[in-house]
T-cell receptor, first 114, second 116 residues
Framework: GENVEQHPSTLSVQEGDSAVIKCTYS??????FPWYKQELGKRPQLIID?????GEKKDQRIAVTLNKTAKHFSLHITETQPEDSAVYFC?????????????FGQGTRLTINP | GAVVSQHPSWVICKSGTSVKIECRSL??????MFWYRQFPKQSLMLMAT?????????EQGVEKDKFLINHASLTLSTLTVTSAHPEDSSFYIC????????????FGPGTRLTVL
């Protein structure tokens, strides 16, 4: 089955700097890669996703890149703000598996220092 | 749109009792619902997948007789933790997917279960 590895587990950056979180996946059939932001005790919130027919997607300060050959994808947050502090999870799913289960990475605790 | 609710938001129970958690899709019909468990400072681990009108599919290592899942309608799935023990204390989160062709899952707010 699919296995998703996420790095780093913790990341601390100065406000205004950029943050990058990386994930690798094992199943070459995976074709949907969402990123979630989760605040303590809250539900995961989808912040951006990418499908395997594109290599990059951007939404304001957030961007995701996908390298299908290397089976890795990354989240880029620019001009970080204190409210970006949270735990971020990547995930992968395979549309060809009936249920399209999401397999999550281990999470990255991002801290933005003012 | 695409709102998923869970009830209760938190529950405290005694060891040996059973607890039922409801997951509802409020403004769409969910062909598939997923149940996750999240321990403190850990990732979301899928417990089971449920499709309306059929038996749930459990992930390896998840006891189906302990975690009963019922997906009786296109808007409601329930998870019952039977004979709960302290090690079952966790954050339980459901998600719902609208349509077989849909990728995105919409998450409920979670239920914090504490077993004394």
């Amino acid at each position: 089955g699919e296995n998703v590895e996420q790095h780093p587990s913790t990341l601390s950056v100065q406000e205004g700097d950029s943050a990058v979180i990386k994930c690798t996946y094992s199943d070459s059939a995976s074709n949907y890669f969402p990123w979630y932001k989760q605040e303590l005790g809250k539900r995961p919130q989808l912040i951006i996703d990418i499908r395997s027919n594109v290599g990059e997607k951007k939404d304001q300060r957030i961007a995701v890149t996908l390298n299908k050959t290397a089976k890795h994808f990354s989240l880029h947050i620019t001009e970080t703000q204190p409210e970006d502090s949270a735990v971020y999870f990547c995930a992968a799913s395979n549309a060809h598996q009936g249920a399209q289960k999401l397999v999550f990475g281990q999470g990255t605790r991002l801290t933005i220092n003012p | 749109g695409a709102v998923v609710s869970q009830h209760p938001s938190w529950v405290i129970c005694k060891s040996g009792t059973s607890v039922k958690i409801e997951c509802r899709s409020l403004d769409f019909q969910a062909t598939t619902m997923f149940w996750y468990r999240q321990f403190p400072k850990q990732s979301l681990m899928l417990m089971a997948t449920s499709n309306e009108g059929s038996k749930a599919t459990y992930e390896q290592g998840v006891e189906k007789d302990k975690f009963l899942i019922n997906h009786a309608s296109l808007t409601l799935s329930t998870l019952t933790v039977t004979s709960a023990h302290p090690e079952d204390s966790s954050f339980y989160i459901c998600s719902a997917r609208a349509g077989l062709a849909a990728n995105e899952q919409f998450f409920g707010p979670g239920t914090r279960l504490t077993v004394l």
